[in-house]
């Protein structure tokens, strides 16, 4: 047994994003495992089963570790997991083995700003023993920022509660966006820009949402666009986490058009499901989408070649065979693959 502190400003369900989730199911495995786990996280002050939490009011990702010093000084664990960089020098300054994992996809390109969090980054992957990245593509554009290459750590999947669907669908073809709608870098915009030529081959598809406000990407079609696409979305909201796996099983095809996308948890799932995806070829999820028989990797930022790309996905879908396809290749994610990788780089964290 190993004593551990995860340590992230925000927690699921209450911030419902990769890295919350991210964090949510590592602690479960990780529990699951025998290991004493406590999460270090943000909110009304207080201690529950398996959490501390050290903020009254909504915490900064910035300053998070002066909240999380004191209490590394007062409490010794095992490893200290840090998921944002003033955690990771809080537990460095503390003298605890650490482990940071760096959650978004920065690079010269895409620098934290202002100048000051890059230099935050910079130095907390240069402080720990264990630097991470959730993809390779996140810890090549991480080294070129920071001068050291971390390991790659990706998130995990309990892909035993996503189980694929039985046959291939029938009925009107579906795409389900399952990121948070309002959220730029997700591209929603691209995708609603995308559809009429879609629905030029699809005239009965429908495009579900999975959380969000779409508003601001319909404001930014053209006019004739919007009205061409508006009556055949459905606005889901984001659900609780048991609907998820029913919603990736009744969707034809998943799409996530994001640019600078670390890893996909999404995909993973929807794959899992046995629901075929398309991705931009842009940060981690082309590692996720490495197969053609389990969907589409196409430009990114293009809306004629994520057409393109979500007809043909929609195509493959047709093929019984798929789903199962699908969910193998998502299997190489599930936690009892990855969650050793984790204690492994606890192991080296501690050497």
Same mark, same amino acid.
């Given at each position: 047994?190993?004593?551990?502190?995860?340590?992230?400003?925000?927690?699921? $369900?209450?911030?419902?994003?990769?890295?919350?989730?991210?964090?949510?199911?590592?602690?479960?495995?990780?529990?699951?495992?025998?290991?004493?786990?406590?999460?270090?996280?943000?909110?009304?002050?207080?201690?529950?089963?398996?959490?501390?939490?050290?903020? =009254?009011?909504? $915490?900064?990702?910035?300053?998070?570790?002066?909240?999380?010093?004191?209490?590394?000084?007062?409490?010794?664990?095992?490893? #200290?997991?840090?998921?944002?960089?003033?955690?990771?020098?809080?537990?460095?300054?503390?003298?605890? $083995?650490?482990?940071?994992?760096?959650?978004?996809?920065?690079?010269?390109?895409?620098?934290?700003?202002?100048?000051?969090?890059?230099?935050?980054?910079?130095?907390?992957?240069?402080? @720990?023993?264990?630097?991470?990245?959730?993809?390779?593509?996140?810890?090549?554009?991480?080294?070129?920022?920071?001068?050291?290459?971390?390991?790659?750590?990706?998130?995990?999947?309990?892909?035993?509660?996503?189980?694929?669907?039985?046959?291939?669908?029938?009925?009107?073809?579906?795409?389900?966006?399952?990121?948070?709608?309002?959220?730029?870098?997700?591209?929603?915009?691209?995708?609603?820009?995308?559809?009429?030529?879609?629905?030029?081959?699809?005239?009965?598809?429908?495009?579900?949402?999975?959380?969000?406000?779409?508003?601001?990407?319909?404001?930014?079609?053209?006019?004739?666009?919007?009205?061409?696409?508006?009556? #055949?979305?459905?606005?889901?909201?984001?659900?609780?986490?048991?609907?998820?796996? =029913?919603?990736?099983?009744?969707?034809?095809?998943?799409?996530?058009?994001?640019?600078?996308?670390?890893?996909?948890?999404?995909?993973?799932?929807?794959?899992?499901?046995?629901?075929? @995806?398309?991705?931009?070829?842009?940060?981690?999820?082309?590692?996720?989408?490495?197969?053609?028989?389990?969907?589409?990797?196409?430009?990114?930022?293009?809306?004629?070649?994520?057409?393109?790309?979500?007809?043909?996905?929609?195509?493959?879908? =047709?093929?019984?065979?798929?789903?199962?396809?699908?969910?193998?290749?998502? =299997?190489?994610?599930?936690?009892?693959?990855?969650?050793?990788?984790?204690?492994?780089?606890?192991?080296?964290?501690?050497?």
């Amino acid at each position: 047994m190993v004593r551990i502190a995860l340590i992230h400003p925000y927690s699921w $369900p209450a911030v419902r994003r990769g890295g919350e989730r991210y964090v949510h199911d590592l602690q479960r495995w990780l529990t699951g495992r025998g290991h004493d786990v406590t999460l270090v996280t943000g909110g009304e002050p207080g201690h529950e089963a398996g959490q501390v939490r050290l903020a =009254s009011r909504e $915490p900064a990702l910035d300053t998070f570790g002066a909240s999380v010093l004191p209490h590394l000084l007062r409490h010794r664990y095992d490893v #200290v997991h840090a998921m944002v960089p003033s955690a990771a020098l809080a537990a460095t300054t503390a003298l605890q $083995p650490a482990v940071y994992t760096v959650l978004g996809h920065p690079s010269p390109t895409n620098p934290p700003r202002p100048a000051w969090r890059r230099q935050l980054l910079v130095r907390a992957v240069r402080a @720990v023993r264990a630097p991470q990245a959730l993809s390779a593509s996140a810890a090549d554009a991480t080294q070129a920022l920071t001068g050291r290459r971390p390991g790659v750590l990706s998130p995990g999947v309990f892909t035993s509660e996503f189980p694929p669907r039985a046959a291939a669908p029938s009925g009107p073809p579906t795409l389900l966006f399952n990121g948070f709608a309002s959220d730029p870098r997700k591209r929603l915009s691209l995708l609603l820009e995308a559809l009429p030529a879609v629905l030029g081959q699809h005239p009965d598809l429908r495009l579900r949402l999975g959380g969000g406000d779409p508003q601001p990407a319909l404001d930014a079609l053209a006019p004739g666009v919007r009205r061409e696409v508006e009556p #055949v979305l459905d606005d889901l909201g984001p659900g609780r986490l048991e609907d998820l796996p =029913s919603r990736y099983r009744e969707a034809t095809v998943s799409v996530l058009p994001s640019v600078d996308e670390a890893f996909g948890l999404v995909l993973v799932e929807s794959l899992a499901s046995g629901t075929p @995806v398309v991705c931009s070829r842009s940060g981690g999820m082309p590692e996720i989408v490495d197969d053609p028989a389990v969907g589409r990797v196409v430009a990114p930022d293009d809306a004629e070649a994520l057409a393109r790309g979500v007809c043909d996905a929609l195509q493959l879908a =047709s093929d019984p065979a798929t789903a199962a396809r699908c969910a193998v290749h998502a =299997s190489r994610w599930d936690w009892d693959n990855l969650g050793p990788l984790h204690e492994a780089a606890y192991a080296r964290a501690r050497a």
